[in-house]
């Protein structure tokens, strides 16, 4: 990680930048993670409204809760990676989704980015009054458990979905 990075909530003078960071994954074929990242940006003004009307909890869907995006952005304005922040949780998210969900555009992996992405992230997550932090991954994913670990995660019990993967879930103080 050569250059600094910061978080900035979703924003349409980013546009450009969130379509190249958006088509990154697409062109990968990966799974889109955090989820929020896979919905379409073609209305780009719509997507940016979608994310602040979830983090005042306004238009959710029932069982789910607030929550905050934020992306990690470089210097030249070029979006690196996205997180999302759960304000709560309730049953599922204890089970299997956790507080905080993040991800680093492929094309930027393995510089640094995911554990700086995490620890501004875990900063955001004490601003909302959270002071111990959920934070999972797939069991086969070795780089995220190490960038969990690296920011203090300390593991609890697995959790294994219907399919059968199973979930490594750490909490961290915050």
Known sequence: MSEQVYLIKPTVELEEAY???YQ????????????????????????????????????????????????????????????????????????????????IRPSERQKGYATKLLALALHQTKELGISKALVVCDATNIGSERTIRNNGGIEDTNFVEEDGNVLKRFWITI
């Open 19 to 21: 379509i190249d960071f």
């Open 24 to 103: 990154d994954w697409i062109v990968s074929g990966e799974s889109m993670v955090p989820w929020v990242i896979s919905k379409d940006p073609s209305d780009f003004q719509e997507l940016v409204l979608f994310q602040t009307e979830r983090e005042k909890g306004e238009n959710l869907p029932d069982n789910w809760v607030p929550d905050s995006t934020y992306w990690l952005v470089s210097e030249q304005n070029k979006v690196i990676g996205a997180v999302n922040i759960r304000h709560e949780l309730n049953e599922r998210l204890f089970q299997s989704g956790g507080h905080i969900g993040y991800g």
